[in-house]
């Protein structure tokens, strides 16, 4: 199972950006596909994007055109560039890896491995 952290979180104004990070360890990095979520107060887990091995990427429509998801398998580190932040993006912010059945996707579930969180704040 992997060991995941997550860094980068903070306080931004609206319209800001911020670049999140994640470090994996204990995980084959190259072979499986790893994942971001996030989850503002009250509400569920959603998840926002995720990539492959191939660096093939995938986004919520709540996230498309601002975010990207990237990775540096050198590094074993997972990046989530988000831009122009809004208030709607206040929210902790996960990163998942490992998922047991190979398959990859936008569904909590699907991952075995969890980081901490990360907090990010968007203020108007």
């Known amino acids: 199972q992997a060991q995941l952290v997550e860094s980068g979180g903070g306080s931004v104004q609206s319209g800001g950006s911020l670049r999140l990070s994640c470090a994996a360890s204990?995980?084959?990095?190259?072979?499986?596909?790893m994942a971001w979520f996030r989850q503002a107060a009250g509400k569920e887990r959603e998840g926002i994007a995720y990539?492959?091995?191939?660096?093939?990427?995938n986004y919520a429509d709540s996230v498309k055109g601002r975010f990207t998801i990237s990775q540096d398998n050198a590094k074993n580190t997972l990046y989530l560039q988000m831009s122009n932040l809004s208030a709607e993006d206040t929210a902790m912010y996960y990163c998942?890896?490992?998922?047991?059945?190979?398959?990859?996707?936008?569904?909590?579930?699907?991952?075995?491995?969890w980081g901490q969180g990360t907090q990010v704040t968007v203020s108007s």
């Open positions: 998942a890896a490992d998922p047991p059945s190979g398959l990859c996707g936008l569904v909590a579930r699907l991952y075995r491995s």
């Open positions: 204990g995980y084959s990095y190259s072979r499986r596909c």
């Open positions: 990539i492959t091995a191939a660096d093939y990427a």
